[in-house]
């Protein structure tokens, strides 16, 4: 089972290389925003403490996601070829106790990490926003969004390197090169 950690900066394309690798390798997307509103959709009590913490602004305990993510594993069938994990972790105290859960599933992850310069990534974001009319992708909440991952969500990239379990990917390029380097990488997991 093939399962993957798409890190990198907003802008950095994880959309994009997520959404290639699903069509190439048949892996379970896992948006855990996706995953987030299903279990509020499915009137569970988890679902309902979900909704009353994000209706205040408040973000979902880390304990909260895992048992969330828990229970998407769980729904997995057994024809399952292996799981990208999309906005999650974005702590390295989330990728710890995702590497606990995963450990107890007998599961390996890698992480790819995404990089692209802040240059390439305020072009694409703003480009984005022109065109999709995101409210987001202006330049303010870009800088703010990207002083948010430098701080917060970079360091997991430390933590799967120090693991072993981390690539470097090239993203300033186009798409279909950054997919390339992708696929390199992946043969030589699956080598393993």
């Not at 798409?6 to 996706?34: E, F, M």
């Not at 107890?104 to 992480?111: D, Y």
């Amino acid at each position: 089972m093939l399962n993957l950690i798409l890190g990198g900066a907003p802008g950095s394309g994880k959309g994009t290389i997520s959404d290639i690798i699903v069509q190439n390798y048949g892996l379970t997307h896992i948006s855990t925003g996706d995953v987030l509103r299903a279990e509020i959709a499915s009137g569970s009590e988890l679902g309902k403490e979900i909704d009353a913490l994000i209706s205040k602004g408040n973000l979902v305990p880390d304990d909260k996601m895992i048992a969330i993510i828990n229970k998407f594993l769980d729904s997995l069938g057994v024809d399952c070829k292996g799981v990208i994990f999309d906005g999650f972790p974005r702590t390295v105290a989330q990728a710890e106790a995702l590497t606990e859960l995963l450990e107890r599933r007998r599961m390996h992850i890698t992480m790819l990490d995404l990089f692209a310069t802040e240059e390439t990534i305020i072009a694409r974001l703003l480009n984005r926003g022109k065109t999709s009319g995101r409210a987001d992708d202006n330049l303010e909440t870009i800088q703010k969004r990207l002083a948010i991952y430098h701080e917060q969500t970079q360091p997991v990239a430390g933590y799967y390197l120090k693991r072993h379990q981390y690539f470097f990917i090239n993203a300033n390029i186009n798409p279909d090169v950054t997919f390339a380097q992708v696929q390199t990488i992946l043969e030589l997991i699956d080598k393993h």
